[in-house]
């Protein structure tokens, strides 16, 4: 499965972000799907993630009520709408998908695929 992330940019503190990220083939019903961050120097961070066994949807404590993760079956895509965005939301973004169990969503090491990053950077 081929990931390709799109939607990264520039925005002003408070304001809001749409990723997307369309797989080569199908995920849904195969795979779970899930983005994550990263920051020079830090490990790759779980943001937000939909479970292929419960089709439920995961998320970091910091970005809960702010951000949301969608999948688009029909068009192959999931895609992370990030509102209220703060400058510690400034990092590169990557989409990806595997088979993790729902307690091991987060963990980046269960996932087999992955996109490239986008770049997020969020203005004071």
């Known amino acids: 499965v081929q990931l390709q992330a799109s939607g990264g940019g520039l925005v002003q503190a408070g304001g809001s972000l749409r990723l997307s990220c369309a797989a080569s083939?199908?995920?849904?019903?195969?795979?779970?799907v899930a983005w994550f961050r990263q920051t020079p120097g830090k490990e790759r961070e779980f943001v937000a993630g939909?479970?292929?066994?419960?089709?439920?949807?995961y998320y970091a404590d910091g970005v809960k009520g702010r951000f949301t993760i969608s999948r688009d079956n029909a068009k192959n895509t999931v895609s992370l709408e990030m509102n209220s965005l703060k400058p510690e939301d400034t990092a590169s973004f990557y989409c990806?998908?595997?088979?993790?169990?729902?307690?091991?969503?987060?963990?980046?090491?269960?996932?087999?695929?992955w996109g490239q990053g986008t770049q997020v950077t969020v203005s004071s």
């Open positions: 939909i479970a292929n066994s419960n089709s439920r949807s």
């Open positions: 083939e199908r995920t849904a019903g195969r795979y779970s």
């Open positions: 990806a998908a595997g088979r993790p169990t729902v307690s091991g969503i987060s963990n980046p090491t269960l996932y087999y695929y």
